[in-house]
């Protein structure tokens, strides 16, 4: 059947609830968030609507307040009405889906659902966002329709940046709603879907605590100090930085205590049940209410004491003697080993195979993981990548368990698992025995899961709708060099992918675009995207190479260099294929630059976009501030003050800003609404951008350079002039930033015209590298170039 939702009822406005209610308005529906009347409400208040909604109104401003932001955009708030159960509980007969998030007992969602059962129409979706009630357990009693239409649908927290949804049927829930819900979560909520079993803690978190769990225990026995182990399993092995026991303090002890015993109690065949026990020193933060970040104090206690750089002192809890320490940088050869190691499957092979304590550690942490998960086939999930695909999506591992283990090997995890008294489950010997050694393959760029049931390796179902540059690593690339490599995607269309460390433009960047435009252009290809799988579309150009030219005055070649970023920006725009480019996370400078001179941006939702070189002491120089000014010139129109707009432009670049979202992106301008477009779930940007490609390559007409855009001369100089010492008044800029703001004013305006010209691009891009290339030689924009390559941070002077 065909089903659209419109319009959802939130029940419960708690953190989840609000921030669950901010994403679907993210995702464009209008939201009804409800929640109890208040406690004791006095007389007169009793019949003032403000005050019966008072609960679910103060949730949603401390959401919109809250930080990080649950919404992409501030206005997104006015698509969510709030109300009381008393009140509005009957209005979600105009809902189309009803998600209940009120407080974990099952006698009040029971409660709820017989009201709820009573006022939905028919048809419509209800579901529960509980985390660890059994989901069959809440639909007891209720009406066949109900039944059919109810399952879980578990967000994690924050829900508008924790990318799993968990979907969990009952066995009386109709196999189109759990499709529909797969479907709808992924496409339109931006999330990685899972469908799990109705068993305790469903699969991530039943994954993720016994991993955690584990950890503490290791930590102890092998004498690893807290902070030392969250260096070990943090970033070291593809996780959070975060760690495990700042991961704790984060979630909250109270909280994982309640899962530990909750898992305990509820799973006794578990066979590594002794894990999910309540150690000494997690019992001491709990007696004495040391819950973690929430409390002030857990596993990490910050004193008002500062060090040596001003900043407060962080003491660690010490397992065994459960006394504040001052924290140590423990040398470990596996810690030292780790640093010198890039690529992620190598420094886990590195850690994994030293026999020092944290070796040690990290070695038996995998093994329990593996002969674990194995073990939970198919009590939680029927399948191995959906347990992988919750563990990345819900606690943001970049490697599920099973991809674990296939770095490791599956026979040597299999072997040293049995070794330590691990039970592995007999599905993985089935496959040694066949001798097979990995729980994924590629194959003809479709990447492949062992199926145990057929015991043969399917593709993942649903995956072509995603395009995985890892998946075409099998094949030749079209072109390549050391930055980037050029990748057939199917249909005529080119993907090219940045390969530099964090994705910086350098050289070798800028000519494969160059090579790859007119590879396409002289070949039969119809177009091409420019994206990558990586956490961060780019952070930007070669921030290194530049001060190397600045620090030598090697103003020549500093010339040639931005001269070629500036025209290879230009070719994007103007070569006679269509270009596209698909960005997630960081889409910082030249990143920017590139974008906005495509013919269409697929943006995640999570891309975080902006003209950010003020803070090294530069200017946009590959063409944004050129951009910026023909952006402005579009926008004027006959009897415009123009001033405005002009501004509007400058300060986004004067102040760097960065949208902290997509949809924010179009606010500052980098952004447009008749080209650029936001895909909700980021794993699918880079196909979307292959199907805007290949629509734009019907009739494609090569567009002609610009020589109309009107600048504003003197005129707009004495306005931006005068903007920038306002924002030098309210202590906004340094007196460099002033100088450097001058730099983009001139540019903006087109520098010392008597009045308003229409100028070409080129013209524009003059002044821009002119502009560039000047503070290259200024001391002060030096030092901010050398303290954010040593720091990564800004400077200020």
């Known amino acids: 059947m065909s089903r659209r939702i419109r319009k959802v009822a939130v029940l419960g406005s708690g953190v989840m609830g609000s921030g669950i209610a901010c994403h679907l308005a993210n995702a464009g529906l209008e939201v009804m968030m409800l929640d109890i009347l208040p406690p004791g409400l006095p007389e007169q208040q009793k019949d003032s609507t403000a005050a019966r909604n008072s609960i679910a109104a103060g949730a949603l401003q401390k959401a919109i307040k809250a930080k990080p932001a649950p919404l992409y955009d501030q206005s997104f ?260 080993a780790a640093k010198q190691i890039d690529k992620l499957p190598r420094r886990i092979q590195a850690l994994f195979n030293t026999e020092d304590r944290g070796g040690k550690l990290v070695r038996q942490s995998l093994l329990g993981l593996f002969a674990y998960t194995s073990n939970r086939i198919p009590e939680i999930s029927d399948n191995l990548y959906s347990i992988d695909d919750a563990m990345k999506a819900g606690y943001a591992w970049e490697l599920g368990p099973f991809e674990y283990w296939d770095i490791i090997g599956l026979k040597k995890g299999m072997k040293l698992a049995e070794e330590n008294g691990l039970k592995v489950a007999g599905w993985v010997k089935d496959m040694a025995e066949a001798g097979l050694d990995s729980f994924y393959k590629r194959e003809g760029g479709t990447l492949k899961y062992y199926d145990i049931s057929s015991r043969s390796y399917q593709a993942i179902p649903g995956a072509k709708a995603f395009i995985l540059l890892d998946n075409y690593r099998g094949q030749a690339p079209v072109y390549q060099n050391n930055e980037m490599a050029l990748h057939d995607i199917g249909d005529g269309v080119l993907c090219l992918e940045f390969t530099s460390p ?13 090579e790859s435009i007119q590879l396409a252009e002289e070949g039969s290809w119809k177009g091409m995207v420019i994206g990558n799988n990586a956490t961060n579309f780019s952070v930007g150009a070669n921030l290194m190479l530049i001060a190397m030219l600045a620090y030598e005055q090697e103003f020549d070649e500093l010339n040639m260099a931005v001269n070629l970023f500036q025209q290879t920006s230009m070719r994007l725009r103007y070569s006679a294929i269509p270009v596209a480019i698909a960005t997630q996370g960081y889409t910082f400078g030249g990143g920017c630059e590139l974008l906005m001179h495509s013919d269409a941006a697929l943006c995640a939702a999570e891309s975080y976009i902006g003209l950010v070189e003020v803070g090294v002491g530069l200017i946009p120089g590959g063409g944004g501030t050129k951009e910026f000014a023909l952006r402005a010139s579009d926008q004027f129109f006959e009897g415009d003050v123009q001033i405005p707009t002009l501004i509007e432009k400058f300060k986004a670049i004067a102040l760097a800003s960065v949208a902290a979202s997509a949809h924010e992106a179009f606010k500052y301008g980098y952004l447009l609404p008749n080209k650029d477009q936001v895909v909700l779930n980021r794993s699918r940007n880079i196909s979307e951008a292959k199907k805007k490609v290949l629509e734009l390559a019907e009739g494609y007409t090569q567009p002609i350079p610009r020589e109309d855009i009107s600048v504003l001369g003197r005129q707009g100089l004495a306005a931006l002039y005068a903007a920038a010492n306002e924002l030098r008044l309210g202590n906004y800029a340094s007196e460099h930033d002033i100088r450097i703001a001058h730099k983009i004013a001139w540019v903006l305006c087109g520098g010392d015209l008597t009045g308003t010209q229409q100028v070409s691009e080129q013209y524009l891009l003059d002044l821009e590298r002119e502009a560039f290339l000047s503070l290259c030689g200024e001391r002060k924009t030096l030092e901010r170039i050398q303290h954010m390559l040593k720091t990564n941070r800004p400077l200020r002077n």
């Open 77 to 336: 708030a006015a698509r969510i009405a709030v109300g009381n159960f008393e009140d509005d509980l009957h209005k979600i007969a105009g809902c189309d889906w009803v998600i209940e998030v009120v407080v974990e007992r099952l006698d009040i969602k029971q409660q709820l659902f017989e009201k709820v059962d009573s006022y939905r129409k028919k048809g419509a979706l209800v579901s529960s966002n509980t985390s660890g009630i059994p989901i069959h357990l809440m639909a007891q009693g209720r009406s066949e329709d109900f039944r059919r239409h109810f399952c879980g649908t578990h967000f994690f927290n924050p829900a508008r940046y924790m990318r799993l949804m968990e979907v969990i049927p009952t066995p009386d829930t109709s196999p189109e709603v759990v499709e529909f819900l797969m479907h709808y979560g992924d496409y339109y909520l931006g999330k990685q879907t899972v469908q799990c079993k109705d068993t305790p803690a469903f699969i991530a978190n039943r994954i993720g605590v016994y991993s955690m769990a584990r950890i503490y225990q290791l930590a102890f026995e092998l004498g690893v100090r807290i902070e030392t182990a969250d260096r070990l399993t943090g970033p070291a092995i593809g996780r959070p930085k975060t760690g495990t026991f700042r991961l704790g303090d984060l979630v909250g002890h109270d909280t994982a205590a309640k899962v530990i015993q909750g898992l305990k109690q509820n799973c006794p065949d578990d066979e590594q049940a002794a894990t999910f026990g309540i150690p000494a020193y997690l019992q001491f933060l709990l007696d004495n209410n040391f819950l973690g970040n929430k409390s002030g104090q857990g596993f990490y206690k910050k004193t008002a004491d500062k060090d040596a750089q001003g900043k407060n002192i962080i003491l660690s809890l010490n397992l065994k003697t459960l006394e504040y320490e001052p924290q140590q940088q423990v040398s470990l050869p596996s810690l030292n």
């Open 502 to 514: 964090h994705n910086t433009i350098g050289d070798g960047i800028l000519r494969g675009i160059n």
